[in-house]
């Protein structure tokens, strides 16, 4: 059974950092593409962060760009998150994601995540 569970969510101040973990079960992580998405209250889930299964190739929303650093230990089938600087907008459910090959949109995902909440304060 595919499983990944998220951790690292929590309450934050803006301006500070947070790391999400993705703990994946299966040979399979080492041998898919992974994602971050959120989603915020009202609104859509969107695309944060994807890196492919070598971790050589990494790719970021606009809106995350230079703050968020996404990185994978297929030794360890765990993926990460590393979110500088956060803002009040930043605000989400964090949705670890795998899928075949390196994915932008829900289109190419194959599995997710339960998800973990994100909360920054202004």
């Known amino acids: 059974q595919i499983q990944l569970i998220e951790s690292g969510g929590g309450l934050v101040q803006a301006g500070g950092s947070l790391r999400l973990s993705c703990a994946a079960s299966g040979r399979w992580f080492s041998s898919h593409a992974m994602a971050w998405f959120r989603q915020a209250p009202g609104t859509e889930r969107e695309f944060v962060a994807t890196?492919?299964?070598?971790?050589?190739?990494?790719h970021y929303a606009d809106s995350v760009k230079d703050r968020f650093t996404i990185s994978r230990d297929n030794a360890e089938n765990t993926l990460y998150l590393q979110m500088n600087s956060l803002k009040p907008e930043d605000t989400a459910v964090y949705y670890c994601?795998?899928?075949?090959?390196?994915?932008?949109?829900?289109?190419?995902?194959?599995?997710w995540g339960q998800g973990t909440q994100v909360t920054v304060s202004s």
């Open positions: 890196i492919t299964w070598g971790g050589d190739t990494t």
């Open positions: 994601a795998g899928s075949r090959s390196i994915a932008t949109t829900e289109r190419g995902i194959a599995y």
